[in-house]
């Protein structure tokens, strides 16, 4: 079993851990330079290594019914397939707990993954929870981007429409793709905050 490692170097980050609790939520417009986690090969990641390009963060696990409406649809491989296209970075974080719901080994999560056809960069595994605590991610979707300056511009839902409903996949407003179109515009990004829905996470007691 692999454990995320979670480490901010930053004088706003690092303020902010020493503030308050490690559930507080990380600020819109904080720089987030220095991330390392480990993923469902057992390789490492560096926030700092993707340095000048996108990333986004989508916390997952596969037996809640709003990731089930995200992925049976195909909605979540597109909007994956969308930022890859940009160049950006997609980290998958699995947060659930050995025996809880959505808790995966490494092979485990690469079966899932490929079972899906999802286009992202790599799985991250965090059993214990400390990146998504840090992060103070909160659902199953949870979605986060960062910019090539490495500064957090998005967090929140995917989209405006918070059913489980497969359905309503259609015509509800992807924030993420949204998020994207914006940065890649040179704008900044209009919905910054939004309030995620879905399923807790299911953290280590």
Known sequence: MTISKILFSTLAVSALAMAAPATA???????????????????QHNLSDFAGKKVVLEWTNEGCPYVKKHYTTNNMQKTQAMAEAEGAVWLSVISSAPGKQGYKTGEQANEWKDAQGAEVTAIVLDPAGD?????????????????????????GAIDDNRSANPATVEGANNYVVAAMDDLKAGNAVAESDTAPYGCSIKYQS
């Open 25 to 43: 939520k990380i600020v819109t417009g904080s720089n987030v330079s220095d991330m390392t986690v480990t993923d469902s090969n057992g390789v």
């Open 131 to 155: 990146m998504g605590k840090t992060f103070a991610a909160k659902t199953t979707p949870h979605m986060y981007i960062i910019d090539e300056e490495q500064t957090l511009v998005y967090q």
